[in-house]
């Protein structure tokens, strides 16, 4: 039973670094020679193709840690947008080419509530718990919120990544310079 188990992880998480790395669908053949076992050892603990991708974005859902909490308050703002961007840039990098891939070539109902587990709870949220704390005491705080989650959304991450090519530094820069001219904006405006 154990070294069943262990096959099975061995296959989910052969099947999710393949679309990472190629960000398409592999082959039963691929996923097998990555996970070290036989193509028959992935047909019998999995089904079908589509029983394989929601094994591995449950697999991904149970897997995954939300990251650290937000920066310390007593480094400068900078400082702090660049930790939250560089962490968020890191979980992007992990499970932005599965939710792309996903969410591009299957619309099961199942796919797309696990992606959405994918997106909010493990992304999304988070990341806007992090960047309102930078937001505390300014007018209307959720308007720039929302601001700011539209620059840093997934979607925003898949067109600058996989649509013009931009490496994670790059992606980090802008959302930056972006993030940083919304809570300047933001903290400039009065109060009341």
Known sequence: MLRAARTRTNILSAYLMLVRRDLSEPTIRQIAEVAGCASRSVYERMSNKDSLRLAALDHALKTTRRPASPPSREADRGSRLKAIVHRQVGE?????????????????????????????????????????????????????????????????WHELRYRQQQTPDLICEHWERWIGDVCEAALSQPTT
């Open 92 to 156: 992007y990098l992990k499970w932005g080419p599965l939710c792309f891939l996903l969410s591009a070539c299957f619309s099961s109902v199942d796919i797309q509530e696990r992606l959405d587990r994918v997106r909010y709870n493990l992304l999304k949220d988070h990341f806007d718990e992090c960047y309102r704390q930078e937001l505390q005491g300014t007018r209307d705080a959720d308007v720039w919120l929302e601001i700011i989650s539209a620059t840093t959304s997934l979607e925003n």
